[in-house]
Structure formats: structure tokens, C-alpha cells
T-cell receptor, first 109, second 114 residues
Framework: EDQVTQSPEALRLQEGESSSLNCSYT??????LFWYRQDPGKGPEFLFT???AGEEKEKERLKATLTKKESFLHITAPKPEDSATYLC??????????FGKGTRLHILP | NAGVMQNPRHLVRRRGQEARLRCSPM?????VYWYRQLPEEGLKFMVY????????ESGMPKERFSAEFPKEGPSILRIQQVVRGDSAAYFC????????????FGNGTRLTVT
């Protein structure tokens, strides 16, 4: 069964304290891996797509990487406005897209 | 440049009533996905549709739930004879072509069953 697991479930950091979020997956026929950000009361907002092992994407303080078994979202020198839930999703056969439960990130000023 | 529009934003139904949730995809998008989210839970896949076709409904309960995406008009997620356990946020997303295209989400419909 296709599965996406994110860790940790929640993470509290001081402003400026860099860290990484993990997304591990067991799927048959990975077609792409996505990272999203979700703020309370809103729909998820697209951040990155990664297609193959070794690929990296960057946007401001965020950097996403992909291996054959997992992906990392690195957050460098975070600010309070980076507080949100970060969701990882994988696209499998027939274009079905399944999500992990997310990591709730809280950046303290 | 309108994004994905979902309505209503909030819907209250009594047990046994029907709930109809609407989703208008982004302009030019012909692929629609529906997800359900409970508090502090991830997004649970329900159904994936293209215009006039259901591609994958493996995440949708066999009874009481149905979805459509007609040639004209919005996609509809219909829940008949709602029960308290149906209370959740329901999100719709659209994509340009399905394969490797990122999803663009609406802000959801929050269904409360009393």
C-alpha cells in the first residue's frame, strides 16, 4: 500500500534556528513529490515539485531535496511568518496524489 | 486570475440531510481532486475526476458519497443522509494536466453535521 510518513509531527524553533523536516515514502511508481504549506483555515499552497533522486529546489529560506526513499525540507534561519503546517505529497500511478499528515512548525520570535 | 473557488465556505446540516459541495477549478484546468481533512490530520484522498469521467474513487466511501465533474459547470461532491462523522473540512484542488502537474487548492468547505 502506498504510504507517506512525515516527521516530526510538530516542531518548535527559535527565530533563526535552522532545521529540517522529513518525508519518507513507500510507493509503487513515484511520478513526483510535492511540498505544500498550509495556514490555519486555508487550503494548501504549492511550494515545490521534485521528480528524481538528487534533485533540489530552493525558494527563499526553504530548500527541498529528494532521495529514493525520502525528501527533506530544510528551513534556514526561519522567521515567525514561516510558522505553518508543511505537507508532503506523492503522485503515484494513475495520477493519484496522496498526502502525509504534515509537520506543524512554530517559529518563536 | 481566479484561483480554485469552493462554496459554500461553511455548511451546517442536520443528520439525515444532504450536503452539496461545489468546486470551480482554475481556468483551463480539467483535472479535479477532492480531499477530506480532520483537525490535525493530513489530507485524505477521496476522488480524482476529469471532465465527465471519474478516474479514481478509491478513497470515497461506497455509500452516501458521490462526485461529478460535468462538461459545463463546477465539480460537485454530494453527501446523502449525512451523519456526525461526516463533519470535516473538504478541499478541492485542480491541476492543468494531471501528470506531474502541481495541485492548486481552494480554501475548503467546512461541513458541520448537528
Amino acid at each position: 500500500e502506498d504510504q507517506v510518513t512525515q516527521s516530526p509531527e510538530a516542531l518548535r524553533l527559535q527565530e533563526g534556528e535552522s532545521s529540517s523536516l522529513n518525508c519518507s515514502y513507500t510507493v509503487s511508481g513515484l511520478r513526483g513529490l510535492f511540498w505544500y504549506r498550509q495556514d490555519p483555515g486555508k487550503g494548501p499552497e504549492f511550494l515545490f515539485t521534485l521528480y528524481s533522486a538528487g534533485e533540489e529546489k530552493e525558494k527563499e529560506r526553504l530548500k527541498a531535496t529528494l532521495t529514493k526513499k525520502e525528501s527533506f525540507l530544510h528551513i534556514t534561519a526561519p522567521k515567525p511568518e514561516d510558522s505553518a503546517t508543511y505537507l508532503c505529497a506523492v503522485q503515484v500511478r494513475d495520477d493519484k496524489i496522496i498526502f502525509g499528515k504534515g509537520t506543524r512548525l512554530h517559529i518563536l520570535p | 486570475n481566479a484561483g480554485v473557488m469552493q462554496n459554500p465556505r461553511h455548511l451546517v446540516r442536520r443528520r439525515g440531510q444532504e450536503a452539496r459541495l461545489r468546486c470551480s477549478p482554475m481556468k483551463g484546468h480539467s483535472h479535479v481532486y477532492w480531499y477530506r481533512q480532520l483537525p490535525e490530520e493530513g489530507l485524505k484522498f477521496m476522488v480524482y475526476l476529469q471532465k465527465e469521467n471519474i478516474i479514481d474513487e478509491s478513497g470515497m466511501p461506497k455509500e452516501r458519497f458521490s462526485a461529478e465533474f460535468p462538461k459545463e459547470g463546477p465539480s460537485i461532491l454530494r453527501i446523502q443522509q449525512v451523519v456526525r462523522g461526516d463533519s470535516a473540512a473538504y478541499f478541492c484542488a485542480s491541476s492543468l494536466s494531471g501528470g506531474n502537474s502541481p495541485l492548486h487548492f481552494g480554501n475548503g468547505t467546512r461541513l458541520t453535521v448537528t
